[in-house]
């Protein structure tokens, strides 16, 4: 049993990083076709993907050693169809009289493996049948060549990795691995009864396309400055990464003037000539107004960007000011003031954005200053489609 457990466990260590790495796409993704997210998509799509990383670590952990690869000299493969009925019957305890061999019987491997290969893709048929609304035929051919899949990985070796194979290809396994997924599709109905249909979440994310929370905000600024700094790895002035590398980290006029560049080409150039949308606003359908829903004029961008980027350039300069004096000890009063003067900043921003979140939404300090605020653009997206 334990063998089944160490794969799950590895995969609920390694879940979060994979997770984390996928977690915008999935956003921008529900933003962008959606107008919204919800929490029951999340936790679909996240738990297939978990469901998933389980399956393949229980078909391949625990690993070997190539030593004790390189010493087997069990077969590779198995070709007699139902020969796991032939081993159940040849080595089990169990006897139909017998009450006292039930549990004895549960313990061993004769049994517990066909169950588990029944098991392994038993939620691939509910998932495939509840979320991916596919038919009975597909989820035939996805059970199929998700366990080949697996079988070739074992019989391959993990891809060359191994000089041999370290587990059987087995038939039986292909074939009690399709019949598991076909009885997920059969029983999905009964264990997704509670949880909304696709077309639930679908009208869901949709009655929630107005909204402007702070998420959505969020990831449009990933967005913008994910591109921004893409852009500063490949355009070069005089040898130098534009704008962003160097600015954080020296005083430079230069430096600030490609820092002010930035700012003004992204985040006022752009939104003016698109109606207030920078990159990362139009994919998430959100787009910046006035307090008449109209488009702003560039000096309340100015104004907006101005203090919002202005603030975050000096809280990084702090911050980074405060990492180079770092064990200096003719510094150490100073960095005392700008551990505290940085800390401060964050501090009150994130309460700032409490209270905001708390007064249902209330325009941040730098939008009232501006006269400025976000608004959601999806409808004018559906309507165009």
Not at 103 to 126: D, R, T, W
Not at 171 to 183: C, I, K, Q, R, Y
Request: proline share 4%; with cysteine; charged share 15%.
């Amino acid at each position: 049993m334990e063998a089944y457990i160490i794969p799950i466990k590895i995969a609920l260590l390694t879940f979060p990083f994979i997770a984390f790495l996928l977690s915008l796409p999935f956003l921008i993704h529900q933003y962008h076709k959606y107008g919204g997210f919800t929490f029951w998509r999340a936790f679909i799509i996240f738990s297939f993907i978990f469901y998933l990383m389980c399956a393949y670590f229980l078909v391949i952990l625990p690993l070997p050693s190539q030593a004790e690869v390189n010493e087997l000299t069990t077969r590779r493969v198995q070709f007699i169809p139902f020969q796991f009925v032939i081993d159940f019957v040849r080595e089990t305890v169990f006897s139909f009289s017998h009450p006292r061999t039930y549990a004895e019987a549960l313990k061993q491997g004769v049994l517990i493996q066909p169950l588990f290969n029944l098991l392994l893709l038993l939620p691939l048929g509910v998932y495939l049948r509840f979320y991916f609304k596919r038919s009975f035929k597909f989820v035939i051919l996805a059970g199929f060549f998700t366990a080949l899949f697996f079988e070739l990985t074992q019989l391959s070796g993990l891809y060359g990795i191994y000089s041999r194979s370290y587990r059987l290809f087995d038939v039986d396994d292909l074939m009690l691995n399709t019949a598991g997924a076909l009885l997920g599709f059969a029983i999905a109905p009964a264990i997704t009864f509670f949880i909304p249909d696709e077309e639930r979440l679908i009208n869901t994310a949709y009655s929630r396309s107005h909204r402007v929370s702070y998420l959505r905000r969020f990831i449009a600024f990933m967005i913008d400055w994910t591109i921004i700094a893409i852009i500063a790895v490949f355009v070069t002035i005089g040898g130098e990464a534009i704008f962003v590398s160097n600015v954080i980290y020296e005083f430079s006029i230069l430096n600030i003037l490609r820092y002010l560049m930035t700012i003004i080409v992204f985040f006022v150039i752009i939104p003016y000539l698109t109606k207030g949308r920078t990159l990362g606003k139009a994919i998430v359908h959100l787009k910046i107004v006035n307090d008449l829903d109209q488009p702003p004029s560039p000096n309340l961008y100015m104004v907006r960007y101005g203090i919002l980027y202005g603030l975050i350039f000096t809280n990084i300069n702090l911050t980074v000011t405060m990492l180079d004096l770092t064990g200096t000890s003719n510094h150490l009063n100073l960095l005392n003031y700008l551990i505290i003067i940085s800390f401060f900043f964050t501090l009150v921003f994130a309460i700032h954005l409490l209270m905001s979140k708390l007064r249902k939404n209330e325009p941040l300090f730098y939008e009232k200053i501006s006269y400025t605020h976000m608004m959601s653009s999806f409808s004018l997206f559906k309507k165009k489609r």
